[in-house]
């Protein structure tokens, strides 16, 4: 039976992946011409958008604990992360100068986390968790290129591409806690496949955003 799910997880991932060309900002950071600049405005933007995502797993998780157990143990994991994530993040902004007090977020950047709180709010759980794990396939392969073009480039510490590190470093627990809920909602003939695949294209389409936004500092 697992291996429906597993399927499922497969091809949506492979239906949503992005452009290859469509990140404008990765690539320059990979080549270590983005200007430090950006690096900080990239630092800046996260501040906002780790604990907005934090709150919004949580609350995810706490709608499903009644109905969809499953569900609600991959959130709580998911919050987790992005609780340690927060912690490894300050040694990035430090080492970018920035200058979190006087910062103003960008629209462009936010976009995404204000869909996940609303997916927080709306959408079934079940179906959020087969769209946030075909999204969090790209994101990975970003923080990869980015913490390897931080310490050849941009001559950071370990300490300040920890919060790269910690996003590129692969989960099997986690993708087998996707797979368990995904697996549950199918057989339990609540999960909308449909849904789920436009709530992870428009997650796909505001991430896309972020770094679209950030590249047009450069």
């Known amino acids: 039976m ?26 320059k950071i990979a080549a270590g011409t983005a200007p430090r600049a950006t690096l900080a405005a990239l630092a800046l933007e996260q501040t906002w958008v780790i604990p907005a995502d934090r709150r919004a797993f949580e609350h995810l998780a706490a709608r499903a604990q009644a ?4 569900a ?32 103003e977020p960008l629209p462009g950047c936010q976009a995404y986390p204000a869909y996940v709180a609303w997916l927080a709010l709306n959408a079934a759980p079940a179906d959020v968790v087969l769209a946030l794990t075909a999204n969090f396939s790209a994101w990975g392969g970003y923080c990869a290129t980015i913490a390897t073009a931080l310490r050849e480039h ?19 627990e986690l993708d087998e ?8 909602a199918l057989d339990a003939r609540r999960l909308d496949g449909k ?6 294209r428009l997650l796909q389409n505001y991430e896309a955003s972020f770094w679209s936004t950030l590249g047009q500092l450069t």
């Open 2 to 27: 697992t291996h429906t799910a597993r399927n499922l997880l497969r091809t949506t991932t492979a239906a949503l992946a992005p452009d290859p060309h469509a990140n404008p900002l990765v690539p």
């Open 67 to 70: 109905t969809d157990p499953e």
């Open 72 to 103: 609600a143990a991959f959130f709580t994991t998911l919050a987790e992360g992005e609780a340690l994530a927060g912690e490894r993040l300050a040694a990035f902004v430090q080492a970018c100068g920035a200058q979190e007090a006087s910062y």
């Open 154 to 172: 941009y001559g950071f510490t370990d300490e300040a591409c920890g919060f790269f590190d910690f996003f590129a470093e692969p989960s099997p």
């Open 177 to 184: 806690m996707a797979t368990v809920a995904v697996q549950t």
């Open 195 to 200: 849904r789920a695949h436009a709530y992870g």
